[in-house]
DNA sequence: AAGCAACCATACCGTCCGGTCGGTTACCGG
DNA sequence: CCGGTAACCGACCGGACGGTATGGTTGCTT
């Protein structure tokens, strides 16, 4: 037995995951129903009350899975752009660059982010899984900050900016160019605003400007 | 009888809109029931489908009403920019800055946009309705992406841009930031974003350079 | 090999939801 | 005042959905 395959509980249990993340991402929460699942995933009610409580408990675990698999990935390029650049500006730059070059490789637009459908339809789930959703858009948002408070205490920006602010744009452009990249069917789109941010990146520390010291 | 409140059978097939609206956009269309909807707004099913063919319909009439709405604000802000701006630079600013004045009046967040929840919930719509709002949302960005075609026209920008990428931006970022604002509970954060993309627009045209023909 | 838990299959239940339908009231031109 | 139509009511239906009960099967431990 491979470890990787762990328990056959396990697997089925990830199955299930997976296939209803792909469903809800095209149809919505509410709008998938068990059976469909089950249907997807070739097995039963028995099975899937096995592994969760009820459909509240399989929202709940969708979004934890979503949210560790999405850390461990960011955690993973963040990694590589510091191996690769000391400078924080540089090891920025490389990270955007990463992330579009595994967005331009699909050839598909992205199938949609788990925080934002939760988000959408977070009338129905109880508060404390928007409290952990919105946490996880905001850890997203602090990684990010992370770095640009890194560049910020090395160079003087062109124009006063915090770093938070960036951190939410480039969170809110993904978002958004996700919803934009779904509903015209194009896959590059994100790409190219994370691009544009860039952009504005390398605008707003054209120079180099290094920070004098107060 | 005052023309405003027109004929009492479109006032009753409005108010039901304007409340599925609101229930839509805080629990998603699927989790909204008819009955919900009617309990709502004080009227029956009998009601419910003398105006609408069923649930489907509802969902087309709640994007083209929103789409109307939309557009309508949209052609009324740009006509007062450009009453007040000859220069199309000043224009676009003059129409972002009115934007985030008006989102910085709220002091709850947004409630959200039609567009984003149709795009989320997709799956369980039909084609024809789904193009509809690609429609809508592109047509929403080819306003913008006018107005920056006819600043790129005059000036020329420090970095190599398409009017269409700067269009697409502004469009994601607010759909993103809406994302945020919802899940963080953050009524600025939308008119926060604008700002930085003003920010961008400021340094790719800082010095003004007038473009020369070829 | 026995036993015990984890795992999964199936039949079934109560409820809610979208939709239908026969009927009633409000309005309006003639 | 009358006829007709738009507007609205509310009881009802069939089906789908989330959830349960129960029994069987697999696989690990000792």
């Not at 459909?55 to 850390?71: I, M």
């Not at 752009?81 to 500006?89: F, I, N, S, V």
Request: net charge positive; charged share 25%.
């Amino acid at each position: 037995m491979v470890a990787s395959m762990a328990t056959k509980g396990e697997r089925t249990r990830e199955k299930m995951l997976a296939t209803a993340e792909t469903l809800v991402l095209s149809k919505g929460f509410a709008a998938t129903s068990l059976d469909e699942i089950l249907r997807a995933t070739g097995s039963t009610k028995g099975a899937f009350f096995h592994h969760f409580k009820g459909k509240a408990d399989l929202a709940q675990a969708l979004v934890e899975r979503y949210r560790r698999n999405h850390a461990k990935l960011f955690e993973r390029l963040v990694a590589e752009a510091e191996a690769k650049h000391a400078d924080p500006l540089d090891a920025t730059m490389h990270l955007l660059k990463r992330f579009e070059a595994l967005i331009q490789a699909q050839s598909k637009p992205l199938p949609g982010c788990v925080f934002a459908a939760a988000t959408h339809e977070g009338g129905q789930f109880d508060t404390t899984l928007r409290d952990r959703i919105a946490d996880s858009l905001r850890r997203w948002a602090a990684l990010y900050e992370g770095k640009f408070d890194a560049v910020l205490s090395r160079y003087e920006p062109s124009l006063p900016i915090a770093a938070k602010e960036l951190a939410e744009m480039i969170v809110a452009i993904i978002e958004g160019g996700l919803i934009l990249s779904r509903s015209y069917g194009d896959a590059h789109l994100v790409a190219r605003q994370s691009r544009q941010f860039r952009n504005y990146l390398s605008l707003l520390f054209a120079d180099r400007q290094p920070r004098i010291a107060a």
